[in-house]
């Protein structure tokens, strides 16, 4: 069946669908990962994104009970140049094609997906329309124009949890720590568990109050979707915990920690989307190869830095990948130490927040 | 860090000859680390005997010896040069292995001599099982289960521990009987006492078997501050229990989720800072069991690899010069990445293609051997495709390979095939295998029945049904509608069908399909390989081409030249040629043109990115290259560089509008086609042997008869003597036939009077047009009959009067000038007696180009390139033969070794991977270094075999006399022993085997035989030396075939007798005039 992905640019690509049928709006991103696409799938930071994978060959492990990062799929379209018609892996349980079509998923194949990744990479990331029903180029390039996009709207509202829960396993953890879902990614769930930490997750909209009542040893901000600068009410909820206890951000977490400390965040032009980004430690001098997921970046300059210091670079375009503060407890990164899908380069991290914890719970 | 200040200069061991596993990919990896070592302010000095790499050129390295590599020889390098640092890892094996042996000798202790990239501990822990198996326990990493055992009871044991299937390898075991399954305890007990028996010290390991699994390698870099990223993950295709270098392999992994792929990324990190390389690449294999999914480390190679080689061109990042980089100090974070220039090479190639490599194998060279793969590699050389998808680079691979399929095609129909075919050709790995999937599927059989008998993975048998489904729609429609409808023919195009595919399915031909695709904008676009997947803009011109919607390359309005690379290494075809297609890009650099190199060969110079301006990575057919001049559309191109493979193609190219440059299509006809090549040498009054062509069965018969036997019969348009013989009788030329007409494809079957005992000349040549001159003359040491790609030759001529030499002087002008050849000729010269015959003119590059460079210090591919872009000789000051005062000996390599049951004997059709030179004062000395670089060291004391046929009876006596005096004891069979006791030479009897007397076996084994003489007569000779020729080879005793290779040996021996060995560089032989 036909499908049409109609830039707001006016640029048209056409290829046939797979999944559920219908029509989606998002903004357009690439990613460059060669593996992964069931963890970018269910990655809940892609709310209100349609995803391109520039490796081609897609679907080809099929899709396994597992190596889910969320409840189900939030994002608006999948955009591959050939999804594998046949499911190999041991632990496959379904093919691709089928998994989208019941999580109603648009996909669309068969489009000249590395002309698309150089469109945007000369163009920026920008608004999109997915459709098998309505084939017409301008009405649907009209349609991309006039969707919302991600600029100053909070998707994280539209991810997160309602109620709270407790992460099965470990009940009597060494440490209690509290993760707000703001679209929260499972592995920040399971490595907090593989650290012995008692995990209990509240909804993104908690109060500090709430948070603080749990007596947790430690605060994770996690990764989640859209524009930081939008979600006003985590922000302020975290504005009131500094310094009350250990903070560890990741992703959106850490823009949203450093919209808390007074910095700004910036949209990037097209993001970072792929597995493959050299992070440097500063103290260290190491380099990590690191997972990546984000559209908008933690401005260094604005960044007090008698009481921020910058921890981690990009060592591709030198933006900024981690900071701590230096006198009260909480850092953040802007990569994804939990990786999933991508290198477990960073996960030494999970470790310094324990260690964080352990000399907070001292003084 | 920043690099090293405290050492200034740095010896690089090269890989030596090329031979089965050992290829061009160390060319590539050692040139680049020279490059960039010298970029970098130090002194490099380089050691490698192969005259045929880039990496010898002068002006590679500071100091360049084209010596032997032996520990001795290395030794007297270290002590003349004094380097610093040693780099072992860009060498292969060969480099590896030398160096823990300079090592173990105290050689490096002594000359203060640091050996960087990885040391000698973690060469040892990699490649000593044992130490490699503790090693990856310490880690907690999986490893097939395996015990020893030194007796059945423990062995029997051992087998309940782990389970069937297990795998036997007798430990110490020297004449070659290897590993063998068993699959039963029945099996397993016979098979445990007979590995028990072959073990020199009565042990086994007993390991488990993983064959079927699923074959995994990750190509991993380290720098000194333990940064590790993976640059290539690479499945193979074919599962566990066929060497990767015969499996078809695939770029990135395409069946692992991310969850194990990066469980198998910590693995390898793991195992490289436990094995302790300090930096550089490391290749490290994986197996995971297709239900289970566990997972075992199988092996890692502490080096650059030919699987590095595959990963730099896969990916275009550039292994070996980064591992040059590290290796003095710098870390990833510092180095930038080429391609991007803004990002560092500190990160993971993402890959927006897929790659699929297939190797080549040359089973027909050796018809006694079975085309079954299995641990031991056997192919010769490797083509390498990218594609959009999967099936677009498997089926460009097929027609890359040059084996006459374009694409998945069918030789074969398959309705004609029996099951009992099918099933054994899917079960037994072999060389056709990927054929038979596609026959078997045709036939009906399912995906399921094809994966249990070839272990194959699903994906990879769907993505063929697909390629066949697609191929069944196409005819389907064609035989409804009489036509294609320009959908279908777009997605044949994307799905990697080549126009003569579609041609065969529409019954058209190739440049009919090509024309209805122009026609309707049905053409191919190109893309380029960047590392990143079009995250940051690319500066290298590395372009791939694919069927899609937007092509990225834009052409520039600068003069271009594009070279015709020689598409993956074959025997007769290999690395000298690509030795010309690069110097042939340098040089048309030089006059200022955009050079482009069109070649499919990843183990190669030509395809690194940094050696032409612009590096278009595709099959080697018509269609590829010409859509490639359609695009580009080049002021010139070149053919005659690359060997046999531009060279046929010239004609077609010609046609469809390219400009060829260099000696004409016309020319190069009349050279090629027998009929119009004796006209030439009539007019010229050149001498040839008498000789004639046919077709047919009788004709062939009826000529041979007339020119009277012996005749050389061969196959036209073939490269490497393929099917060539010499022919006694009718009787073995009527069973011959059918081979010959098969090889040469519906084109005559030629036929030679066969000179006896002729001694073979080649010569190279340049010409401008205007004047003509000669390169090299070089005498073969073996007489003609022997192919001259496996006959060992010597520059200058060392027994060939003046006068003969003149003539053959004149007969090359005369040649040249009447082919008006622009370029290189090589001409192939028989003398017998005083009559000078010319047996074949080829009017391109020679195999000998990089040698006869070598020997007289010109670079005559760089020449013939500037003399084809339209400089004359005279420009550019090569007006005069060269005369040189040192002897240079090229020798072949041979890969006997490989083919069990293979017999060693030269004939005509050619059986060499690789060449040595050696370089030395006199004949004797430059003789004995080729020797010992071949591996065929000549031994100064010990015994000596004899036995020779009739003719050369009296000949022996001379040799036998020398060898004698020079203490060795002699030891002969009846006749030879008869001759040479009869001329007062001491020398013991021993009887035939086929007479019961297996004396000289037993000597092999007990390595007292130090040298076998034996020349061979007739077929019946032939087969009683079969034995002791075979036992030489698997034991490494040099076993000499000809009177005349007896001759040199003599001489080398006494030469080297009388004085040692020396080395010298190449620098110093051939001074820079300034």
């Known amino acids: 069946m036909k499908a049409i992905l109609a830039l707001e640019d006016g640029r048209i690509f056409q290829g046939s669908s797979f999944g559920a049928n219908g029509e989606r709006s998002g903004e357009v991103v690439f990613n460059t990962s060669m593996t992964g696409y069931q963890e970018i799938l269910t990655d809940p930071s892609y709310k209100g994104q349609i995803v391109a994978m520039t490796y081609p060959l897609i679907g080809n492990y099929g899709v396994n009970g597992e190596d889910m990062e969320s409840r189900k799929p939030f994002l608006e379209g999948f955009v591959v140049k050939e999804c594998s018609k046949i499911a190999s892996n041991w632990r496959s349980k379904q093919s691709l094609d089928d998994y989208l079509k019941e999580n109603k998923i648009l996909g669309l194949e068969g489009i000249d997906t590395r002309a698309l990744t150089l469109h945007i990479r000369k163009a920026g990331a920008m608004k999109a329309v997915l459709s098998t029903i309505d084939l017409d180029e301008k009405s649907l390039v009209k349609k991309a124009k006039n969707s919302p996009g991600l600029v100053g709207i909070d998707l994280v509202k539209k991810v997160s949890v309602d109620k709270k829960y407790l992460w099965p396993g470990i009940r009597q953890g060494a440490y209690k720590v509290v993760v707000l879902d703001c679209g929260l990614k499972y592995n920040i769930l399971r490595e907090l568990a593989k650290y012995k930490c008692q995990v209990i997750v509240l909804p993104a909209q908690a109060s500090a109050e709430e948070i603080l009542s749990f007596k947790p040893g430690g605060l994770l901000l996690p990764n989640g979707p859209g524009d930081p600068a939008a979600v006003k009410y985590v922000i302020q909820t975290t504005r009131k915990l500094i310094g009350k206890l250990p903070i560890f951000g990741i992703c959106l977490g850490h823009q949203m920690l450093g919209l808390a400390l007074g910095g700004k965040t910036y949209k990037l032009k097209f993001g970072h989307h792929g597995a493959n980004h050299p992070v440097k430690d500063l103290k260290s001098g190491k380099v990590a190869i690191t997972a990546q997921n984000h559209g908008f970046c933690v401005d260094i300059d604005s960044l007090n830095q008698k009481e921020i210091e910058i921890t981690h670079i990009n060592l591709n375009d030198q933006t900024l990948e981690g900071m701590r503060h230096k006198k009260l407890p909480l850092f953040s990164v802007q990569f994804h130490p939990e990786a999933s899908a991508g290198p477990h380069d960073a996960e030494y991290l999970f470790g310094n927040f324990i260690a964080l914890m352990k000399k907070y719970a001292k003084t | 860090m920043p690099k090293r200040k405290d050492i200034k200069k740095i010896l690089i061991i090269g890989s030596g000859p090329i031979v089965i596993g050992q290829a061009c990919e160390f060319d590539y990896s050692g040139t680049q680390a020279c490059k960039v070592l010298r970029q970098e302010g130090y002194k490099v000095v380089l050691v490698n005997s192969n005259p045929a790499t880039i990496m010898t050129d002068p002006e590679i390295a500071d100091k360049t010896y084209i010596e032997p590599l032996t520990t001795e ?137 993983v064959t079927g699994w699923k074959e995994f390698e990750l190509e991993v870099m380290r720098d000194l501050k333990d940064n590790v990223v993976i640059i290539c993950s690479i499945e193979n295709f074919d599962p566990m229990g066929i060497h990767t270098g015969d499996s078809i392999t695939v770029a990135p992994i395409q069946t692992l989720t991310d969850k194990e792929y990066q469980k198998m990324r910590d693995a390898a990190i793991a195992c490289i800072r436990e094995i302790g390389v300090e930096t550089g690449g490391s290749n490290i294999q994986f197996a995971v069991h297709p239900k289970t999914g566990r997972m075992v480390v199988i092996e890692m190679n502490p080096r650059v690899s030919r699987s590095s080689a595959l990963a730099s061109k896969a990916t275009g990042f550039p292994i070996a010069k980064i591992a040059a980089k590290l290796a003095v100090g710098y870390t990833l974070d510092e180095i930038p990445n080429d391609i991007t220039q803004k990002t560092p090479a500190c990160f993971e190639p993402a890959i927006d293609y897929c790659v699929v490599k297939i190797p080549r194998f040359t089973f027909e060279k050796f018809p006694e051997a079975k085309d079954i793969l299995g641990v031991s590699m056997k192919s010769v050389g490797e083509t390498m495709a990218i594609g959009r998808t999967f099936k677009e680079a498997l089926q460009k691979g097929l027609r890359g390979l040059e084996i006459s399929h374009y694409g998945l095609d069918s030789k074969l129909k398959y309705n004609e095939i029996s099951d009992k075919k099918i099933r054994q050709r899917l079960k037994e790995p072999n060389a056709s295998r990927i054929f038979y999937i596609k026959y078997a599927l045709q036939k009906g059989y399912s995906a399921k029945e094809i994966i249990s008998l070839t272990k194959i993975d699903p994906w990879f048998i769907e993505n063929i049904r697909e390629i066949i489904n697609l191929e069944n729609d196409l005819k389907r429609e064609f035989n409804r509608n009489k036509k294609l409808s320009l959908e279908s023919l777009r997605k044949a195009k994307e799905s990697g069908f080549s126009d003569r595919q579609i041609a065969e399915i529409t ?20 893309k380029l390989v960047d590392t990143c997947a079009a995250e940051f803009i690319a500066y290298t011109p590395y372009y791939y081409s694919t069927y899609e919607e937007e092509d990225e390359v834009e052409v520039t ?518």
């Open chain 2, 507 to 526: 019954h058209s031909d190739e440049i009919y399909i090509r024309n209805l695709r122009k026609k309707n904008n049905i053409t191919v676009t190109f």
């Open chain 2, 557 to 1074: 309005k600068k003069k271009k030249i594009m070279i015709l690379g020689g598409g993956p290494n074959r025997i007769g075809q290999g690395i000298e040629f690509d030795y010309c297609c690069c110097h042939a890009s340098f040089a048309l650099k030089e006059l200022g043109y955009e050079t482009i190199m069109v070649n499919s060969n990843p183990e190669t110079v030509s395809t690194d990115y940094d050696t032409s301006d612009r590096l278009y990575f595709e099959p080697l057919t018509f269609e590829d290259v010409m859509n490639i001049i359609d695009k580009e559309k080049p002021d010139g191109v070149i053919v005659q560089l690359g060997g046999q493979t531009p060279l046929n193609l010239a004609r077609q190219l010609e046609k469809a509008g390219a400009r060829i440059i260099g000696t004409s299509v016309n020319s190069i006809d009349r050279a090629e086609d027998r009929d119009r090549f004796a006209k030439v040498l009539k007019k010229l009054g050149i001498n040839q042997p008498e000789n004639g062509s046919a077709i047919s069965k009788q004709e062939i018969i009826e000529v041979a008869k007339q020119i009277g036997f012996p005749v050389l019969v061969r196959p036209s348009y073939v490269l490497g003597g393929r099917a060539m013989k010499i022919v006694y009788d009718e009787e073995t030329l009527a069973g011959f036939i059918q081979e010959a007409q098969e090889a040469s494809a519906g084109h005559p079957v030629l036929i030679d009077k066969f000179l006896e005992d002729a001694v073979e000349v080649d010569v190279d040549a340049i010409s401008d047009g205007k004047i003509t001159v000669i390169g090299g003359i070089m005498e073969h040491i073996e007489e003609a009959g022997v192919h001259s790609g496996d006959s060992a030759c010597v520059i200058p001529a060392h027994t060939l009067g003046d006068d003969i030499i003149e003539l053959i002087r004149k007969d090359t002008y005369a040649l040249a000038r009447e082919l008006r050849v622009k370029g290189l000729i090589n001409i192939q010269f028989a003398i017998k007696g005083e009559q000078v015959y010319v047996l074949e003119v080829n009017p391109r590059a020679s195999r000998t180009i990089p040698f006869v460079s070598k020997a007289i210090g010109v670079p005559l591919a760089k020449l013939a390139a500037k003399v084809m872009a339209g400089k004359t000789l005279k420009e550019l000051g090569f007006t005069a033969e060269k005369k040189v005062k040192h002897t240079s000996v090229k020798e072949s390599v041979l890969p006997f070794s490989r083919f069990s049951g293979v017999d060693i004997l030269l004939g005509p059709e050619m059986k060499s991977t690789g060449e040595v030179m050696g370089i030395d004062s006199s004949f004797g000395r430059a003789f004995y270094k080729s020797q010992l670089a071949a591996n065929q060291g000549l031994p100064l004391k010990g015994k000596i075999f004899i036995s020779v046929k009739n003719s050369d009876k009296r000949d022996i006596v001379f040799i036998a006399k020398k060898l004698a005096d020079m203490n060795f004891k002699l030891i002969a069979t009846k006749g030879t022993y008869k001759a040479l006791t009869s001329n007062n030479i001491r020398v013991q009897l021993v009887g035939k085997i086929n007479e019961g007397d297996t004396r000289v076996l037993g000597l092999i084994k007990k390595r007292e035989l130090k040298l076998i003489i034996n020349t061979p007569s007739g077929p019946r000779g032939q087969s009683d030396m079969k034995p002791i020729r075979s036992l030489a080879v698997t034991y490494g005793v040099p076993c000499i075939t000809t009177i005349q290779g007896a001759q040199a040996a003599v001489n080398g021996i006494e030469s080297i007798a009388k004085g040692n060995l020396k080395v010298k560089s190449i620098q110093e032989y051939h001074p820079k005039k300034s």
């Open chain 2, 73 to 209: 020889v290395v030794e007297k390098i270290i002590a003349k040069e004094r380097p610093d640092a040693l780099l072992p890892t860009l060498g292969g094996q060969t480099a590896l292995n030398l160096t823990v042996d300079l090592a173990k000798k105290g050689i490096l202790k002594k000359y203060k001599v640091e050996t960087i990239g990885a040391n000698i501990k973690a060469i040892k822990k990699g490649e000593d099982r044992s130490l490699f198996k503790e090693a990856m326990q310490r880690i907690g990493l999986d490893l097939p289960k395996s015990d020893k055992a030194y007796n059945l009871k423990e062995a029997d044991k051992v087998a309940k521990k782990i389970g069937f299937p297990l795998i036997i390898r007798p430990s110490f075991n020297l004449g070659g009987t290897g590993a063998s399954t068993a699959y039963s305890i029945k099996e397993f007990k016979e098979l445990a006492r007979r590995g028990l028996e072959s073990s020199m010290i009565s042990e086994i390991l007993i390991e488990e078997s």
